[in-house]
């Protein structure tokens, strides 16, 4: 099963600017929209960004989504120990006809 | 608000086969896209299979096709996940999810499978 390349970890003190990044190809990211999951273990996950750059109700504009050629970008800012989590870039895959999640960034609040 | 409770999971040899359920209530199945996600014990999120809110057309992950069949029941509300030939590496949890991706996804708990002799 494939899967977009994801930064294994990422961290940061509270307040700071963390960003992850998705990477993929002309068949996924370079083609279609991309959404971002929050996953806390024992939690189900909850959807953070979707269609890019939209955001869901009640996800607060901490979290940001960007997207250039084949690359999807998250960005939280003004971390919070709360943002402890797995994050998860997933975007439909046009030549697997099928949904492709990123391998994970596991976020550390420092 | 919709939510939605798997059940089915469960011990299964491997080459055995299991039904999973989704139980929805406070919206109806059919008028969304339905899939099935899965998480194998220290590894990340996998997408395995949808339905469409039409006609009933599907798509699977290419590790599950051939093998697996998603289905719903209108009248009963409920999601199905037939699993055959199972493998060790099917063994996770398995979340079914309404409107994936959309502003108004809906995630189960989630119904463990594991696949063992």
Not at chain 2, 19 to 24: F, K, P, V, Y
Not at chain 2, 58 to 74: H, N, Q
Not at chain 2, 104 to 112: I, K, N, R, V
């Amino acid at each position: 099963q494939s899967v977009l390349p994801q930064p294994p970890s990422a961290s940061g003190t509270p307040g700071q600017r963390v960003i992850i990044s998705c990477s993929g190809g002309s068949s996924n990211i370079g083609r279609d929209r991309v959404s971002w999951y929050q996953h806390v273990a024992g939690v189900a996950p909850k959807l953070l960004i979707y269609k890019t750059f939209q955001r869901p109700s009640g996800v607060p504009d901490r979290f940001s989504g960007s997207k250039s050629g084949t690359s999807a970008s998250l960005a939280i800012s003004g971390l919070r120990y709360e943002d402890e989590a797995d994050y998860y870039c997933v975007v439909w895959d046009d030549s697997l006809r099928g949904y492709v999640f990123g391998s994970g960034t596991k976020v550390t609040v420092l | 608000e919709g939510q939605v409770v798997e059940s089915g999971g469960g011990l299964v040899h491997p080459g055995g086969s299991l039904r999973l359920s989704c139980a929805a209530s406070g919206f109806p199945i059919a008028n969304y896209w339905m899939h099935w996600v899965r998480q194998a014990p220290g590894k990340g999120l996998v997408w395995v299979a949808r339905i469409d809110d039409g006609v009933g057309r599907t798509d699977y992950a290419e590790s599950v096709r051939g093998r697996f069949t998603i289905s719903r029941d209108s009248a009963r509300n409920t999601l199905y996940l037939h699993m055959s030939s199972l493998r060790a590496d099917d063994a996770a949890l398995y979340y079914c999810v309404s409107d994936f991706t959309g502003f108004e996804d809906s995630w189960g708990q989630g119904t463990l499978v594991t696949v063992s002799s």
